[in-house]
């Protein structure tokens, strides 16, 4: 069964602070990985998407990392607004239209 | 989120009522989707449509049906509410695909409750 784990559940950082979300995968065949934003009471947005060829992909302050060797994938959060507060999911492809979805990471920025 | 909408936004019902929950989009997608997602648990899909004569069920399609009335209009039913259908539920849309051409839309989402 395909699966998408991530890590930690949740995490509270104060503001212009740093922090990375971890997710593992199972998925296969693999296409491509994305990482999406969810406020709350929103729908889940798209920040970064990965091919197996690419190992980094930057958007803005956030970076995701793609090791498709090891199935692993990290978000990074560069210099944490509160705007941040928000729960990343991470998503995984294997065809074209069918996702497997993380459980997600709340991520809660203090002042 | 403003081109993919669901109505209603927030819905409290009782056990064995039917319910129907709607989505409308603007982004001219074929593909169309539901899901639920639930404290703890990553988005499981439903049921999906890649066009207006097609009805697909997903992993958890039990309990629920679905009708594709329009290339932008998707609607899904839950025909005897229990109350573990409670859970957030979102629409999206996407162009179809491999690659950045599979990234789905969603709408803001629609908060069931059964009682």
């Known amino acids: 069964k395909n699966q998408v784990e991530q890590s930690p559940q949740s995490l509270i950082i104060l503001e212009g602070k740093n922090c990375t979300l971890q997710c593992n995968y199972t998925v296969s065949p693999f296409s491509n990985l994305r990482w999406y934003k969810q406020d709350t009471g929103r729908g889940p947005v798209s920040l970064t998407i990965?091919?197996?060829?690419?190992n980094t992909k930057s958007n803005g302050r956030y970076t995701a990392t793609l090791d498709a060797d090891t199935k692993q994938s990290s978000l990074h959060i560069t210099a944490s607004q509160l705007s941040d507060s928000a729960s990343y999911i991470c998503v995984v492809s294997g065809n074209d239209y069918k996702l497997s979805f993380g459980a997600g990471t709340t991520v809660t920025v203090r002042a | 989120d403003a081109d993919v909408t669901q109505t209603p936004r927030n819905r409290i019902t009782k056990t064995g009522k039917r319910i129907m929950l709607e989505c409308s989009q603007t982004k001219g997608h074929d593909r169309m989707y539901w899901y639920r997602q639930d404290p703890g648990l990553g988005l499981r899909l439903i049921y999906y449509?890649?066009?207006?004569?097609?009805?697909n069920k997903g992993e958890i399609s039990d309990g629920y049906s679905v009708s594709r009335q329009a290339q932008a209009k998707f609607s899904l039913s839950l025909e005897s509410a229990i109350p573990n259908q409670t859970a957030l539920y979102f629409c999206a849309t996407s162009v179809g695909g491999q690659g950045a051409n599979n990234e789905q839309f969603f709408g803001p989402g629609t908060r069931l409750t059964v009682l």
């Open positions: 449509s890649f066009d207006v004569k097609d009805i």
């Open positions: 990965m091919t197996f060829s690419e």
